[in-house]
């Protein structure tokens, strides 16, 4: 049997535990996300080649970190607020069809990037994205995740913190005052209606964006240009820079940075390479062929 990683306290723990039994053929074991990472390193230890984790971003982030270059396969239930992964892999967001895929699917291997020795596989930010996730979590168990982005939102606008970087990046060292450093594995997206995604039949490597406004207003004005016309039309004005690089270094002033959704401590300087073909996800065979050709060099 797969084991299958699933957090009792979360929120859709019920109907995690009803895909799984209704796919048949899992091991569920009930662990809270402080203790994931352990449970999933003796899991591997044991033996297991294939393991399922239900969870957003931020658990399929955590259990990376242990799984990738280990050969072991992940499986993925998607039970996060966006699942970009599942959703940039075209995994099923119905959780008994995913569970199915995970039982019979086909592993494919898919990049991934390592800040410092801490892997991520969709994007990091240094920034704003901080002040913003943190404020959010603060209100959210008044209002609800929507309505506390709202708020933080507003808020990150009203007083929108800026710091000095230096970047190295092509060999070159450039230096910055910026509200934020956008860090994504492959290029994406900034358009609506794929904003954050992938960009399709992208370039492999490090979509480092770095926004050069230092005002609220200007940044939102920034943001909202790029969700119209896209971040290839903002890249070439003076607001924003934007590199596709294989490696880079940033030294930023305080240690918090952003990683898959989640706040962690880092040390400085941060260290981001691109690392391809890193970790082996399952995804439905007949989707196989066509996600190893775009996660894959």
């Given amino acids: 049997m797969i084991p299958a990683f699933i957090n009792p306290l979360s929120g859709n723990a019920d109907a995690a535990r009803s895909a799984l039994r209704g796919a048949g053929g899992y091991d569920i074991r009930e662990v809270e996300p402080a203790s994931l990472a352990a449970h999933v390193r003796t899991a591997i230890e044991s033996g297991e080649r294939r393991i399922l984790v239900a969870g957003g971003d931020g658990s399929i982030g955590s259990a990376a970190n242990v799984i990738a270059g280990t050969g072991t396969e992940l499986c993925i239930l998607p039970c996060g607020t966006l699942n970009h992964l599942a959703k940039d892999l075209g995994l099923p967001l119905e ?8 039982m019979r699917g086909t592993a494919i291997p898919v990049d991934a990037a390592v800040v410092n ?20 979590e ?4 008044r209002l609800g995740y929507h309505l506390s982005s709202v708020f933080a939102g507003i808020r990150l606008l009203i007083r929108m913190p800026t710091f000095r970087v230096t970047l190295h990046v092509e060999g070159k060292e450039r230096e910055y005052i910026t509200p934020l450093v956008f860090i994504g594995v492959g290029e994406r997206e900034l358009k609506l209606p794929t904003l954050g995604a992938r960009v399709e039949g992208g370039r492999t490597g490090l979509h480092v964006m770095v926004v050069r406004s230092r005002s609220g207003g200007r940044a939102l004005a920034l943001g909202l240009s790029a969700a ?7 890249a070439k004005t003076p607001a924003l820079d934007a590199f596709i690089v ?5 030294q930023p002033r305080v240690p918090r940075i952003a990683v898959d959704g989640e706040i962690v401590t880092v040390k400085p300087p941060l260290s981001y390479r691109h690392v391809p073909g890193h970790l082996r996800v399952v995804v439905d065979a007949k989707h196989a062929a066509r996600d190893a050709e775009r996660f894959h060099e």
């Fill in 228 to 234: 119209t016309r896209g971040v290839h039309a903002v």
């Fill in 138 to 141: 603060r209100l959210e168990h």
């Fill in 117 to 136: 020795d801490r892997i991520f596989l969709n994007t990091s930010s240094v920034g704003a994205y901080v002040s913003f996730v943190r404020a959010r």
């Fill in 246 to 250: 294989d490696e880079c270094r940033i």
């Fill in 95 to 102: 959780l008994e069809e995913a569970a199915r895929v995970g």
